[in-house]
């Protein structure tokens, strides 16, 4: 059971491949990393290709008669195991932004191909499979099956007929090979798998039981029921474990154990692979758009006549991927020293959203090799050959202080620079210079080495850093450059207060196209410029044991490529700026974008001071309040059950007491796909409902709440703590979001719950520093503000203007009694109408939120009484739309525009997604607009009234800042006045503030 014994097969002549999509999708992203982009589009198409090449050369080698796509359900995360257990796969990464826009071209080029693709809601893909397969084998028990997987959890399909195949190793997992490879038979799998636990989906399994010793313990006792049979004759730890562990034992077989009975919409007649169903063409133009020209030659043969493909005069796509450990810059950067991980460190594969390009590739090319991906991507060759720039740039090397002098002289002549940085991690805080890049005009470069091999031979930091600051230092000396937030923190680890910022090349790709899955240094200029820049590996080699650090290469090899960096920043701020100008689309990037920048490198070096140990005692309390929850939960039950289990749940408040079980007899709200539902809408409504006596509902949706505290977030904060400073320094990423709002990562604090007790428990973690205190100031309503500022609707603004309770005076409107008459309840949906009515909020859908007092047709006629009584604001909603679908985008208050071709889609659904588009664009957006504004305004009356103050963190439409304890109250006024002006609107803007220690103070 050393690893996997895997055999070589000769590919059976007749059999059905049943393909893990997903698993086939993830395998290809991280396998082909960075660069990869389409030579017509830009978009990135690395996913694309591996999946392809995976395909095709299994379809030709290995000759399925029957060929289906499994995936997941797109957009579901709430599977029947969830309910089961809220923390399964509760702590997943997202997906880096640009994969699903690439899945989505997979299942275009499936769809040309007449591929069928399974997903089912409710479900995971691994479900549909095992179905799939009971299905096929019940219509034919002759038939030879594969599972085009590696995924563990299959393994208990695995039988005389049915494998495991991998197409990467071209090896096949059948009985003998599982049990090699594994220990066990294939009815034993579920039983190994819940023994070990998985720590990736969160199956809790049994503490120190790997899959050897669980695999031990099945060879001797057969199964989880013999194991516990004879648990006295275990000894030690292990038994103490086993005992301790028999209730997740069970949960953990419920989570793994696969569903065979899915409601497939599918005849199995369908699974044949029938050529005849592909639209060559369309797949072959798709191929083409896509740059994949051996694909295309490839799709011919397996589809077509086997004829040759019309050549294209189409660029093959292009590679520039950086090497892991490459500085956080898109592309440029060094070897990060190994060490722990830290908050700043991206997982393997992750992208910034701020800096999409920030990605640690799996697999890179040589300069003058094939790359090696292996046997199914060894065709994919290296794009670069010698180290020279395409753009014929001259570049000069900086070496002795009369050259440096020359060029700060030269800088200061000319008043725009453009510059990049190279440094050794890509941990921030630790990033320390290599050497710097600059550019003054196109075609010429100039590279200052601080470190490297040749040391004697050009100037050290301490030389060069007195002549550089006073010109980085200079506000009347413009710099541009590409993601300057992270040049912008680098100086500043060398005491470089760097301004003058004037153009950031990523922040005006984002506003020229926001669309676009990657604004990267890379994927822009092959975008903009049409120029595949030097690859990292050309420098310091690719990934591996002999892979250099960036201060290790030698001159000639670095240089060219530092300069490279400064001078296409240069290039491409000088074509986007023109490009914003020209549409009129550049005033959100000059007075919002740009001078945000260092407002969020400031912030994130200063991040926010938080209590480990008060983590760890609400993890510790809370660990008993669950423990006492649940012999409430026990007590309140008409027989024992897990409270984890949604299903043991719905036979405790649905069934009837005269059923086995027996249970409440509550009356069923709604049903999912494995029966009643149990899900936090049900349990509210239950807890709410004057029939229902037993507090059991209030009691498990307590009990799910605490479980979720602990599990998502207090663990995972106390993690992120950086240990030198005692706070958590989280990124701000300002190209993260379509709307234009910020977003945050590593942590996301943008995900606390807000005004819950969960909220609270956790903010009150967060702490000012020593003689600091926290203020908070908060927006009041801001989007309905803007609604009221858009629409001029007379209604809306006179009872804004009249500081009235917005949602009470709406109310009275809608229902037309007197303002001091209105009930909660009429409150109740005039805030659902207030707040939905800008994401196109429907009668059943307020229905639904309003609670079982509600019909459809009465929430159709608060509907309907609102757009009545605010006409004002219906006109504005209507004229949104039209705008968009005449212009074929929406635009904010200052201008940042968003492109919807939804909006002209045939699709009804996604047309009325591109309508809520519009509407939400321009409000939304245009709030976005007003709090970075506040920011920027902000920070420089700190800097000017309170230096010792600083913002810290933006967070929806809050903005929190520490302050020293004399200064809060001054400090609290500062920014409420701040805020309040930083836009006129037709209705006043309100802010509520607050101070104290704690961040749940305030």
Request: proline content about 6%; some cysteine.
């Amino acid at each position: 059971m050393s690893g996997p014994v895997i055999t070589k097969v000769t590919p059976p002549e007749s059999h059905a491949a049943i393909v893990d999509g997903h698993a086939q999708f993830f395998r290809a992203y991280y396998a082909i990393r960075g660069g990869l982009s389409s030579p017509v589009t830009g978009e990135p198409t690395n996913l694309v290709f591996g999946f392809l090449s995976t395909l095709f050369a299994y379809i030709r080698a290995q000759k399925p008669t029957e060929l289906v796509v499994v995936i997941d359900a797109a957009g579901d995360t709430e599977t029947f195991r969830s309910e089961i257990y809220p923390e399964y796969k509760a702590h997943r990464d997202p997906a880096p932004e640009d994969f699903h826009p690439q899945v989505e071209r997979c299942l275009e080029a499936l769809r040309l191909m007449g591929i069928p693709v399974l997903a089912v809601e409710g479900v995971e893909a691994d479900d549909v499979i095992a179905t799939l397969v009971e299905r096929l084998r019940a219509s034919d028990p002759s038939r030879r099956i594969r599972m085009v997987s590696r995924d563990k959890d299959l393994g208990q399909l695995v039988d005389a007929r049915t494998t495991l195949f991998d197409p990467h190793r071209n090896a096949d997992l059948g009985l003998e090979e599982l049990f090699d490879s594994k220990g066990v038979r294939p009815d034993q799998v579920v039983d190994l798998l819940a023994l070990m636990g998985d720590a990736a989906d969160n199956v809790p399994g049994v503490p120190g039981i790997g899959p050897k010793t669980a695999a031990t313990l099945l060879a001797e006792h057969g199964s989880i029921e013999g194991i516990y049979r004879d648990l006295d004759a275990i000894k030690g730890k292990r038994r103490e474990n086993l005992a301790a562990s028999r209730a997740l034992v069970d949960l953990s077989r419920r989570l793994v154990t696969l569903k065979r009975d899915c409601e497939l919409p599918f005849k199995e007649s369908d699974a044949a692979f029938d050529r005849s169903r592909c639209d060559l063409p369309a797949l072959l133009e798709l191929l083409r758009v896509l740059g994949f020209q051996r694909l295309r030659a490839e799709a011919q043969e397996i589809f077509g006549d086997g004829g040759a493909v019309e050549p294209t005069t189409d660029a093959v796509p292009v590679r520039s991927a950086p090497a892991a450990g490459s500085a956080a810059r898109g592309r440029r950067g060094s070897k990060v020293d190994q060490g722990a991980p830290s908050l700043f460190t991206p997982a393997p594969g992750s992208a910034n959203a701020d800096d999409p390009g920030a990605k640690t590739a799996t697999a890179h090319a040589t300069p003058h090799e094939p790359a090696n991906f292996g046997t199914l991507f060894d065709s994919v060759e290296a794009t670069r050959g010698p180290l020279a720039s395409q753009r014929a740039i001259d570049t000069v090397v900086v070496r002795d202080l009369s050259a440096l002098k020359d060029l700060v002289a030269r800088i200061s002549r000319e008043r725009r620079v453009a510059f990049d940085t190279e440094t050794d991690s890509l941990v921030v805080p630790l990033a320390r210079l290599v050497g710097l890049s600059f550019a003054l005009r196109e075609g010429e470069a100039f590279y200052l080495p601080l470190r490297s091999p040749e040391q004697s031979s050009h100037l050290s930091l301490d030389d060069a850093l007195p002549i550089l600051r006073p010109v980085l230092e200079d506000a009347s000396i413009a710099k541009v450059g590409h993601n300057l937030k992270y040049d912008c923190e680098v100086l500043a680890n060398h005491g470089v207060a760097l301004a003058g910022i004037a153009g950031d090349s990523m922040l005006a790709s984002w506003l020229v196209d926001p669309t676009r899955p990657t604004h990267g240094l890379d994927a822009t200029s092959e975008h903009v410029l049409g120029v595949r820049p030097i690859p990292i590996e050309a420098v310091i080699g690719a990934k591996g044991v002999g892979q250099r650090r960036f201060d290790e290469a030698p001159l000639a090899l670095a240089a060219p490529y530092a300069a490279e960096d400064a001078e296409i920043a240069l290039a491409l701020c000088a074509r986007l700026e023109k490009t914003l100008a020209e549409r009129g689309h550049d005033r959100a990037y000059r007075e919002v974008e740009v001078p945000l920048v260092p407002v969020l490198a400031r912030m994130e070096r200063a991040g926010i001071r938080v209590d480990r140990d008060e983590l760890m005692r609400q993890r510790r309390e809370l660990e008993v309040r669950l423990i006492k929850l649940r012999d409430s939960i026990a007590e309140s039950a008409p027989w024992p059950f897990n409270p984890d289990s949604p299903r043991q749940l719905a036979q405790v408040l649905f069934n009837r007491p005269e059923d086995e079980p027996r249970g409440l007899g509550l009356k069923v709200v709604k049903r999912g796909v494995t029966g009643a539902s149990t899900d936090s809408e049900v349990l509210e409504k239950l807890a709410e409902d004057p029939a229902c006596t037993s507090p059991l509902p209030g009691q498990i949706l307590e009990y799910r709440q605490f479980a979720k505290l602990v599990g998502t977030y207090l663990k995972a904060l106390a993690e992120a703590i950086v240990p030198e400073t005692g706070r958590i320094h989280c990124k701000f990423h300002q190209t993260g979001t379509a709307t234009g709002r910020l977003s945050s990562s590593d942590p996301n604090l943008q995900n606390i719950p807000i005004r819950t007790e969960v909220g609270a428990a956790i903010r009150r973690a967060f702490t000012a520093g020593e003689g600091m205190t926290l203020v908070s100031a908060d927006y009041s309503q801001i989007e309905l503000r803007f609604l009221a500022h858009l629409s001029g609707d007379p209604g809306l603004c006179g009872a804004f203007e009249r500081g009235e309770d917005i949602h009470r005076a709406v109310a009275a409107e809608v229902f037309g009694v007197p303002l001091d008459r209105v009930d909660d309840t009429q409150r109740s949906a005039a805030k659902m109408v207030n707040f939905g009515i800008v994401y196109g909020i429907t009668a059943s859908g307020l229905a639904r939120r309003l609670g079982a007092g509600c019909s459809v047709v009465r929430a159709k006629e608060i509907i309907e009484g609102y757009r009545d009584r605010f006409r004002g604001i219906d006109a504005f909603l209507e004229g949104a739309v039209a705008a968009a679908r005449k212009s074929g985008h929406a635009t904010t208050i200052l201008g940042r525009w968003r492109p919807i071709p939804q909006i002209e889609s045939r699709n009804p659904a996604e047309r009325a997604f591109g309508e809520r588009i519009a509407v939400n664009t321009v409000v939304q957006g245009s709030a976005a607009d007003l709090i970075k504004i506040a920011m920027i305004r902000l920070d420089r009356a700190l800097a000017e009234r309170h230096p010792r103050a600083r913002l810290l963190l933006q967070i929806h439409d809050e903005l929190l800042v520490e302050a020293p304890e004399g200064e809060s109250a001054a400090v609290a006024e500062l920014v409420g006045e701040v805020m309040r002006g930083a836009m006129t609107l037709r209705v006043p803007l309100e802010v509520s503030s607050a101070v104290g220690f704690r961040w749940s103070d305030v």
